[in-house]
Nanobody
Framework: QSELVESGGGVVQPGGSLRLSCVAS????????IGWFRQAPGKEREGVSC????????YYADSVKGRFTMSRDNAKNTGWLEMNSLQTEDTAVYYC?????????????????WGQGTQVTVSS
């Protein structure tokens, strides 16, 4: 059974950091782009960041540029989202997704495998 599992969410104060992990099982991420999306209460899901299968191409939404960093290790079948200088506006459920692509795009229909989500809460 193919699945993605996120972990690393939690509660953090403004200015703090979290590192989200996305582990794939049942399939290899070697040819898959990885995307991170988030959905806050009452808001639409938005693409936060993505990384191409080789790691050469990355994308960051303007709202997280300079604060969030994506990385991956295909040998470990894992991707990460390092989140620094977290703000209250970053509070949301974060989802990782995988899709076959040479590059990557922050568009949800480009991805066909999704994790269950992990809650990130930024609060003082």
């Amino acid at each position: 059974q193919s699945e993605l599992v996120e972990s690393g969410g939690g509660v953090v104060q403004p200015g703090g950091s979290l590192r989200l992990s996305c582990v794939a099982s049942g399939f290899s991420l070697d040819y898959y782009a990885i995307g991170w999306f988030r959905q806050a209460p009452g808001k639409e899901r938005e693409g936060v960041s993505c990384i191409s299968h080789s790691g050469e191409f990355t994308y960051y939404a303007d709202s997280v540029k300079g604060r969030f960093t994506m990385s991956r290790d295909n040998a470990k079948n894992t991707g990460w989202l390092e989140m620094n200088s977290l703000q209250t506006e970053d509070t949301a459920v974060y989802y990782c997704a995988a899709g076959l692509s040479d590059t990557c795009a922050p568009i949800d229909y480009e991805y066909d495998s999704w994790g269950q989500g992990t809650q990130v809460t930024v609060s003082s």
